[in-house]
């Protein structure tokens, strides 16, 4: 079992940045891609950013050049770094990560963002 422990949400004002880590601990081996999710309330989780193993970056197209994803294998930590926040970025954000075949979820971090 791993077991991912988010933390940085929090309520900023809009334009202001907030940063997330997320940790995994617990039966690792050789965690594959990490990323980030998030749900708005009454809507479908979806897709920010994932990172490969070795550094390749996705990003969901609302946040390409706010957002900012990476990640240290050694502390096995994923983070969004998120900038020029805006009121539609407010959601739960949920941290995953992917390791031989199987997912594992955080519980997520509450980010509210007020204009």
């Known amino acids: 079992q791993v077991q991912l422990v988010e933390s940085g949400g929090g309520s900023v004002q809009a334009g202001g940045s907030l940063r997330l880590s997320c940790a995994a601990s617990?039966?690792?081996?050789?965690?594959?891609?990490m990323g980030w999710y998030r749900q708005a309330p009454g809507k479908a989780r979806e897709l920010v950013a994932t990172?490969?193993?070795?550094?390749?970056?996705n990003y969901a197209d609302s946040v390409k050049g706010r957002f900012t994803i990476s990640r240290d294998n050694v502390k096995n930590t994923v983070y969004l770094q998120m900038n020029s926040l805006k009121p539609e970025d407010t959601a739960v954000y949920y941290c995953?990560?992917?390791?031989?075949?199987?997912?594992?979820w955080g519980q997520g971090t509450q980010v509210t963002v007020s204009s």
């Open positions: 617990g039966r690792i081996f050789s965690i594959s891609a």
């Open positions: 990172i490969s193993r070795v550094g390749s970056a």
């Open positions: 995953k990560a992917d390791q031989l075949g199987y997912t594992y």
